[in-house]
């Protein structure tokens, strides 16, 4: 079993906090598609193993991909590699491409899943992210979504905006509960470098959160969707019982994948690989058969890294007997000491056999991560 993810990388604008590998240059997209495509081809092989448990379309902004330019993708996949036992197909879109239309023609190509960045319920929250939709899009996308035949609907909000109220995010976190989605994502605003909201940070135009703040509203999420009947299953990721992204899901729990696009990155079990991240470099090297990757085999501490941070941030943790069997000595003497200490700090449980973070220690999860992880001098 394994995955896919496709970056797209096209916008027709930039939100103002976002750091992902995206163009504005919609002329590019013709020469995209023949690369992805080709790409598609020259890794059909990537695997070895039989069929495709997942498909991700991600961003950049898929919706911004007519409906030819998708037949011409998956047309593409479904030649080169084993869809017959495929479980999720899911497509990123933006609320104000959603159109009955677009939905149902998605839907005929396979698509059973549909992750909608919809961020706030306020209109002046929009403006000031520079999101290319309003509130009333929203709405409207949301019902167009659970009326088409697309019943698994995610929605992504944010928080630690500098200037949204209390009152705000609780309305966000109402509405988002009416909306009777399957699965909410809720991250909280960071300031990457290279954003405008970096930027605006470093001259003082917008200052973050204190981390009690931020505390509070990541407590009213959690504490309203689970009493909606929301799974926190990860950190920022929350579903009705049995609806879990199963794609992000295989992620967390060290499968296989393989990323195709600019940026996207894949992973076989030991060597994790990444794409340039430059659409014209990329189409360039794809189409002209240069190398269009870097990659990195992973150590047994990489491998131990890992897994301590994805695990951690799920609700099922990590195996404890996964530290028992670290065959490098003074990573599993680390190992054992600093597991020990946060066990004695009430910030992490074994439960079952499994180690996780407490239920009032969530927030602090990034944290308790970095207090586990290995580093080497080199
Ligand atoms: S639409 Fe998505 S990918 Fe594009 S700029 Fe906004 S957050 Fe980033």
Redesign the pocket.
Known sequence: MAGIYAHIPF?YT??SY?D?Y?TTDQSLKSSFINAICKEILLQKDFFNIDYIKTLYFG???PSVLTFTEWQIIFEYLRSNFDFTQIEEITVEV?PDDVTQEYIKGLHQLGVNRVSM?IQSFHDAHLRKMNRRHNAKQAHDAIRILKESSVNNVSIDLIYGLPYMSWDEWNRNIDLAIDADVQHISAYHLTFEKGTPYYELLKKGKLKELPEEVSFDQFEILVKKLESAGFENYEISNFAKPGLYSKHNSSYWTGEPYLGIGPSAHSFDGKIRRWNVRDLVGYSNKVTSGKGFWEDEILSPIDIYNERIMLGLRTSKGFDYEFINQLTNSDLKVFAFREVEKQLKFGNIEVVDGWCKVTRDKKFITDRIISDLFYVTED
């Open positions: 916008c930039r939100c976002c992902f995206k961003g950049g902004t933006n960045g």
